[in-house]
């Protein structure tokens, strides 16, 4: 009996405590702009230049260098089944190209990076070689930089954001199967990145698609986006398609869709898509519904 009344005034004093900081303390309000990262970079997220040999072992942790110039890492489970792992048991990743962009948040860049499929001949040329199947391309990722104070502050980096190509690769001499990286600028404030495949296809049916990606970090009001919107794909469309299929009875059919821009003042700009579908023209118009951050069909 005496212990139990003992431990009152102890529990009394923790439930009051426990009010007392309760009552002077807000919770956080919720805000699906806010930025994971802060104004304030880690200097984890630093870098003094952008160059290959520079970002590429801190980007991937690893200072294992192949003949091509590509770091080599060992991926988890779960990235194994989003890049491509090559007959030696390591993911072998480029810098294919760094576009530089300019919009509401600064000084920006795009550093594709590329992770190849390769095949060591080790028993006859010791020569690496790129392969894959006929419809099997080569993992595109990216890494997002914004000027900082003269260095430039890692805001994105995602490992695959898609596929692009043939056999491997996404450049052919053939100019038609030549897959394309590029940035569009959708207006004054926005940019994007965009990924459209080569032409190519098979039993008779020949297409090509574009993929849009939303890069920017900060809106024309300064405000920060959720990472989860930025390197995500918010659109996709086909620019080219001609199914020849007189051989099954079904008959000739070709289309060729051409994408523009219409800015909007403060906010991402509406698509509109030109299709021209044997020979007749029709337009359709794309909003963006920020709650999926996806352009839909208006």
């Known amino acids: 009996m005496t212990r139990f009344v003992l431990l009152i005034p102890l529990v009394s ?26 104004y304030v970079p880690d200097s984890d997220y630093i870098f003094s230049d952008i160059q290959p040999q520079t970002i590429l072992p801190r980007l991937f942790n ?34 294919d190209t760094v576009m530089h ?7 920006s860049c795009a550093a594709v990076i590329l992770t190849s499929y390769i095949y060591d001949y080790v028993n006859k040329s010791r020569k690496m070689e790129i392969t894959g199947c006929h419809f099997c391309g080569v993992t595109i990722g990216a890494a997002l930089f914004k000027r900082n104070k003269g260095n430039w502050y890692l805001y994105r980096i995602e490992e695959s954001i898609g596929q692009l190509g043939n056999w491997g690769q996404y450049r052919f ?7 394309k990286i590029s940035l569009l600028k959708m207006d004054n404030d926005f940019t994007c990145l965009s990924l459209k495949s080569g032409i190519s296809g098979n039993s008779g049916v020949v297409e090509g698609f574009e993929s849009l990606f939303w890069i920017d970090e900060t809106t024309p009001e300064g405000r920060s986006y959720t990472d989860e919107n930025i390197l995500k794909e918010m659109f996709i469309y086909q620019y080219h398609l001609i199914e ?6 079904e008959g000739y059919n070709e289309e060729q869709t051409t994408l523009s821009f219409v800015p909007i003042k403060n906010k991402p700009a509406n698509i509109v898509l030109t299709i021209n579908k044997n020979g007749k023209v029709t337009k359709e118009q794309y909003l963006l519904n920020t709650d999926f951050w996806q352009y839909l069909k208006k």
């Not at 426990?18 to 699906?32: L, M, Q, V």
């Not at 001499?173 to 897959?179: A, D, G, I, L, V």
């Open 13 to 38: 004093l923790l439930i009051i405590g426990c009010g007392h900081n309760t009552g002077n303390t807000k919770e956080p309000k919720a805000d699906s702009t806010q930025a994971i990262h802060s």
């Open 62 to 95: 690893s200072n294992n260098i192949d003949t091509a110039q590509a770091v080599l890492w060992k991926p988890t489970m779960y990235e194994r089944q989003q890049v491509n792992v090559s007959a030696d048991g390591w993911c072998h990743t480029n810098v």
């Open 101 to 107: 962009f300019k919009n509401a948040g600064g000084d």
């Open 173 to 179: 001499p053939n100019r038609e199967m030549n897959s």
């Open 244 to 249: 020849d299929l007189e051989y099954l009875g």
